[in-house]
């Protein structure tokens, strides 16, 4: 209701100050250079508001290529929602970033950190059935491995 209301308050502000603008229109008259240039207040607004956009959008595209050379300007971009529950992270941006690390564990062979991060995101989720399948198929794996070298000692 409070919101409704500012934005109610600020919209009738807003227009109550372009109609004045309209009924009071001034001149601007800049010289720069030995050149003049006369213009009315509004265009003069207009054009102020149309530079200071293009420029920002201008600063912020080369900002996105700089941060491909610099990664440490990415951290500007891309900002996680904090939750107090988890540590101050997002669970899904957590989860998605220990799915990662598993499946380059995986990639890598490494079943001990694969366990590990199995067990870290069922920690955060337990309805997780992908992984609850690759972490018992991580198990049976280790078991046969471990019935083979116990059968046979010299592997």
């Not at 590990?116 to 049976?140: F, G, P, R």
Request: aromatic share 10%; glycine share 4%; with cysteine.
């Amino acid at each position: 209701m409070f919101k409704t209301l500012w934005f109610l308050f600020i919209a009738c502000l807003l227009t109550l100050f372009l109609v004045w603008l309209l009924d009071h229109n001034g001149s601007v008259t800049i010289l720069w250079l030995g050149f003049e240039a006369k213009t009315d207040i509004i265009t003069a607004i207009l054009l102020t508001l149309l530079f200071t956009f293009l420029i920002s959008v201008i600063a912020y595209t080369l900002a996105k290529i700089l941060s491909i050379k610099f990664p440490s300007l990415s951290k500007l971009f891309h900002r996680t929602p904090r939750n107090p529950l988890i540590g101050g992270e997002d669970k899904h941006a957590k989860i998605f970033t220990l799915k990662t690390k598993l499946k380059a564990a995986l990639d890598k062979k490494n079943d001990k950190a694969a366990i590990a991060y199995a067990k870290e995101i069922l920690a955060i989720k337990i309805e997780n059935d992908d992984v609850l399948q690759l972490l018992d198929s991580l198990y049976s794996k280790g078991a046969k491995q471990q019935e083979a070298q116990e059968s046979n000692p010299q592997i």
